[in-house]
């Protein structure tokens, strides 16, 4: 296979701790390598910045709520479709965009790997069908756990290795990444049109509260030893004075420790925890609780976060938490699409405007961007959008930006038309802190590739990982403007991705070679928890049981299986 | 011996039973008996083993008979005839898997074609509907598990979707539904007493045409406003006594079907019945489900959506997608005649459209992929027999809550003959090498060792 160089630009690696070294990098059939022969192809780099490819950890990128978001929203669609050329595929969509878009627009950026954030196990073929025609990029999916019957009835019964089982097989039936958990509880109330908004609101029926779910689910996810941590977006996001719900939740995690041969040493993420950060106790007195919550963060390092930064657009909330989204559209009385999913979850879908001139989007705006700048630890500390519920994953260039300049960020905060009211209730205009393309590197690449599971594989530089290197246009050691920050990051010189060359001078010029990432987890048989798959099938689900399990063959053409093994 | 079959999906209509069990025969070529299917489904694989199925494709000749070609030619003529054309209508796919319905848009990419579905005929207004008021919804299980109020409107599932009642919605008991249909109430809405309507806890028959006064009267009535003393022909007693039942449910859901989406008012009638599901969940949960006929439609909706983002009505033919209802829908591209070709794939236009937009496919160089003989494949200029999808083959398929459920291969096709996967497959291939291009979507061999 073919041998690359890239030669002589500023390198940001934290895995192997570079930070900013000319150096060069070797590529030899899809792996970094010391050193390569003089027949391979020289990329120069000089002047400029290289990195790994970056990792996304939380976007809602495949799927049916995604699509229903696509077909619903025609109006995404307007003046930015695109016709395929030279061997490429048609483009289109900005919230939502199309797969082909979704694929090529990551690329562009430098991000070769994705984690689909919520996966409803029944529509599991159908997320699997979109991330086959997604191009370029790795990707896994979550399947989501919180307010499955089969978790509810185990964990009232503190039954862990029925637990534990139950996610292998889920995991195995689905072809999920991992434990995902969104709006523990309340999801499942949210069947009677009910929601639970503290970690203490008993889930209707089953009688078990959201706090014994997230603490059964993490102890099962160390039981299984799974490469990513349990993934929660906890309850009552979204409502002023929540953040005390967030560190509630947060509290769950104590007591717990990474058990895994993954490197991971977190035992709880938390997603886009801006949504989860809001003092006040209504909309005229909202403000920021970025400081209550970051300092828990910092102090605790068994906790992963990522960012979910508002970036300012119109764009398409979609989620499993079913009666936020119903909330939402009584807010802002924008088109609502719901989908309740039997004995597992739900999700809402509405269309949003974070407007800058409304002084809660300004707010939470700079709460976004606070939590990245009071993390005291960038590898636990990931930036997201949590595509498309804060904006769209194409402005990740533009949050760059406002992290690392100060300039950048106030020339927006103080434009708000309310920006005196917002800089009241947030703490973003006394932070002076700018970031550096090595803590960008962290936040961005091998942060969330550790987090995942996946830090020997994705998310660095060093030998004997995957090749997936990116040039960016922009001299670390020259002066730049922040403009230029966020011109870098939106089309790359080059992406290699897995030893492929597919993005040169901000292009895709080749469609890769793309994986899906799954876990096989291995248990013991476990004929308890067979029987009661069984029966669930046989009385309560409209699908049969043999009809249930995603078939690699078609769904997963190039699979990347991680196998965990606890038959001991 | 004959073996079994079993958790075979059916391929009829959207409710896209999958536990059916067949028996077929020894050498696993016929089928001989097909086990919890309704009627129509059980006949559909009963026919699949009938003796007068054609199975190579045929041209038809200068004095209207036809004459057998071979897959060969018929590839050449399908791939030529999409190749020269200029705008080139696609249509159909709702009885194709979402895999040759994949290729399908790979062919309309490359030649600038339009794919429509056979919602342009059925459920396009409800997907128009949803673009413009969203839609509560769940899938079929969360009915037979939570809801008590169940609600039939302009459909009838006692024909056309004649297992609906008994699998999902009115007779099952699910796991908060133990007393079965005792413990639901069933109401009707049709101009006509149907077999559905028959069953009924509260059966209300409307004027024709008017489920958009009815429905607005539901949403005064829900608020507890004034009515009028009869609306569409319902006295206003009755039209308070149907929203109290609606509002005192735990859950409910509206089931609605071509009454209301192809009669008068169309997609304003879904966007008023939406619109009654999002009031009554002010007071309790309610959901709104649309009936959908072919059992992969659904599938094509979705496909289309995570390709180009639009549901149906896709026009290709500048390179991007546009979308516009009425503009780029087949009825009105055929009756303004700016089409140049036709290929209809796993449906039935000439049953289906108006005598003037049949009488164009007939007109245009045109070809019909369709296992069987119907109308369309005999005004079309070349018929092309394929397996049968979910019987000859298996594939992804979508039911009409947008589970996507693998449909089975059971018994092996006609010697020789093509599934619209493979077909389709090879006209794309073949018209990539008419245009000199790479196969879109693919590296090529050079791009993938990256020189």
């Known amino acids: 296979m073919a041998e690359y160089l890239i030669r002589n630009g500023f390198v940001f690696d934290p895995v192997t701790g570079v930070k900013g070294d000319r150096k060069d990098i070797a590529v030899k059939d899809g792996k ?108 896994g999916a979550l399947p989501v756990f919180g307010n499955n019957w089969f978790v509810l009835e185990y964990l009232k019964n503190n039954e862990l ?46 009688d078990i509260t959201p706090a014994q779910i997230v603490k059964g689910l993490i102890e099962a996810n160390e039981y299984l030893g799974l490469p990513h941590s349990m993934h929660i977006h906890a309850n009552n996001l979204g409502n002023p004075g929540n953040y005390t719900t967030t560190l509630d939740t947060f509290r769950l995690n104590e007591g717990f420790a990474a058990n ?42 068994t906790l992963t976060i990522d960012t979910g930064n508002v970036t300012l657009d119109e764009t398409t909330t979609m989620t499993a938490d079913g009666p936020f989204e119903h909330h939402l559209t009584e807010l802002n009385h924008l088109k609502w699409a719901n989908v309740d999913v039997e004995l597992e979850t739900a999700a809402g879908i509405v269309p949003y405007v974070y407007s800058p001139d409304i002084k809660v989007c300004a707010i939470q705006w700079a709460i976004g961007l606070e939590l990245a700048l009071l993390a005291t630890d960038p590898m636990r500390c990931f930036i997201t959008t949590d595509h498309p519920n804060a904006g769209p994953f194409t402005r990740y260039p533009r949050i760059i930006k406002w992290l690392m300049s100060k300039d950048a960020r106030e020339e927006r905060l103080t434009t708000f038309k309310h920006a005196d009211k ?23 690449r091998a942060g969330p590739a550790k987090a995942l599971g996946l830090k020997d594989v994705y998310g660095g530089l060093a030998p004997g990982m995957d090749a997936d290197v990116v040039i960016y246009d922009i001299n670390p050691e020259a002066p730049f403007t922040p403009d230029q920050i966020e011109q870098a990051f939106s089309a790359a010189t080059l992406v290699i991705k897995t030893g492929v060359p597919v993005v040169e001078n901000g292009t895709v010029i080749n469609n890769g070679n793309k994986r899906t990432l799954w876990v096989d987890a291995k248990v013991n048989e476990n004929p308890q928890v067979l029987r009661d798959v069984e029966e669930k099938f046989l009385k309560y689900y409209s699908v049969s049981l043999n009809n249930y399990e995603v078939q690699g063959h078609h769904y997963i053409p190039n699979p990347y299986a991680i196998e965990v093994d606890v038959t001991q | 011996m004959a073996k079994t079959v079993t958790d075979v999906s059916c391929p009829f209509c959207g409710a896209l039973c999958d536990d059916l069990e067949v028996t077929i025969s ?19 694989f009963l026919h699949s083993a009938s003796s007068d199925r054609v199975t190579r494709p045929r041209m038809r000749q200068e004095d209207g008979s036809y004459k057998e070609v071979t897959y060969d030619e018929a590839v050449e003529y399908t791939a030529q005839m999409l190749a020269k054309a200029k705008k080139p209508l696609m249509y159909g796919w709702s009885n194709a898997n979402c895999e040759a319905q994949s290729v399908g848009h790979e062919i309309a990419e490359i030649v600038g074609g339009i794919v429509d579905n056979t919602a342009t005929v059925c459920h396009g207004p409800s997907l128009i509907a949803i673009q413009d008021v969203g839609i509560p919804s769940c899938t079929l299980g969360e009915i037979k598990n939570r809801a008590d109020v169940v ?62 006064e009815l429905l607005s009267a539901l949403r005064v009535a829900i608020r507890g406003e004034e009515l009028p003393d009869t609306v569409a022909g319902i006295p206003k007693e009755r039209i308070y006594e149907t929203a109290e039942v609606m509002k005192n449910g735990r859950f409910g859901v509206i089931f609605f079907g071509m009454g209301v989406t192809q009669s008068l008012g169309k997609n304003h009638n879904i966007d008023n019945a939406i619109m009654v599901t999002k009031d009554l969940n002010e007071y309790t949960k309610f959901a709104i489900i649309a009936m959908r006929g072919h ?115 059971v018994v092996e096709p006609p010697e020789g003959m093509l599934t619209d996967l493979e077909f389709l497959s090879r006209v794309r291939d073949r018209i990539n090498e008419i245009k000199g291009k790479a196969r879109i979507g693919v590296p090529t061999a050079a791009q993938a060792q990256g020189a």
């Not at chain 2, 599932?157 to 008991?173: E, N």
């Not at chain 2, 005792?182 to 489920?211: C, F, H, S, Y």
């Not at chain 2, 026009?315 to 070709?341: I, K, M, Q, V, W």
Request: aromatic share 10%.
């Open chain 2, 26 to 44: 020894d050498d696993g070529t016929k089928v001989l008996e097909v086990f919890n299917a309704c009627a129509v489904g059980s006949q559909k």
């Open chain 2, 151 to 212: 609600i039939f409107w302009g459909c009838n599932p006692a024909h056309a979707h004649p297992r609906h009642l008994s699998k999902y919605s009115i007779f099952p008991r699910g796991f908060f539904t133990g007393k079965g249909h005792k413990g639901r109430k069933m109401i009707v809405v049709d101009p006509r007493n149907t077999d559905t309507m028959k069953m009924a806890d509260i059966g209300l028959q409307l004027e024709q045409g008017r489920d958009y």
């Open chain 1, 260 to 301: 895994n041969r993954f490197g991971r040493e977190q035992t709880m993420h938390h997603t886009h925890v801006q949504f989860h950060s809001y003092g006040g106790d209504n909309w005229g007195n909202f403000e920021s609780k970025s400081d209550a919550i970051m300092d828990y963060v910092n102090a605790h390092p």
């Open chain 1, 32 to 139: 970094i390598v010391d050193s390569v022969s003089s027949s391979a192809k020289v990329y120069d780099a000089s002047g400029k910045t290289v990195m790994a490819g970056a990792v996304e950890i939380h976007a809602h990128v495949a799927g049916p709520k995604v699509n229903e978001g696509r077909n619903y929203r025609p109006e995404d669609k307007l003046f930015n479709a695109r016709a395929g050329t030279n061997g490429l595929r048609t483009t289109g969509g900005f919230s939502i965009p199309t797969t082909f878009k979704t694929g090529y627009a990551y690329a562009q950026m430098g991000y070769t790997v994705a984690m689909e954030a919520a996966m409803p196990p029944l529509y599991a073929r159908h997320v699997h069908e979109e991330i086959r025609d997604t191009p370029i990029i790795d990707e």
């Open chain 2, 295 to 409: 059992y992969n439609v659904t599938g094509s909706g979705q496909v289309l959506g995570w390709q180009y983002g639009f549901p149906f009505a896709t026009d290709l033919s500048r390179g991007f997608a546009r979308y516009n209802p009425g503009e780029t829908t087949s009825n009105d591209l055929l009756r303004r005649g700016e089409l140049d070709a036709v290929l209809v794939v796993a449906s039935d236009p000439g049953s289906h459209f108006p005598i003037s937009s049949v009488k164009e496919i007939a007109r245009l160089p045109s070809v019909a992929i369709v296992p069987d003989i119907n109308p369309t494949s005999e005004i079309s200029q070349l018929h092309v027999p394929v397996a049968i999808n979910a019987i000859e083959t298996g594939g992804c398929c979508y039911r009409m809550d947008n589970v996507p459920i693998e449909t089975r291969k």
């Open chain 1, 422 to 444: 917002v800089i009241s209730a947030t703490h973003l205009h006394g932070i002076d802190r700018e970031l550096t393309f090595y803590e960008i590197a962290q936040m961005t």
């Open chain 1, 161 to 206: 290795e029925n637990t534990a089982a139950y996610i292998a097989w889920l995991l195995r039936a689905s072809k999920g990444y991992g434990v995902k958990v969104v709006n523990p509880g309340g999801t499942e109330a949210w069947g009677w049109g009910l929601n639970c908004l503290s970690v203490n609101d008993p889930v209707p029926y089953f």
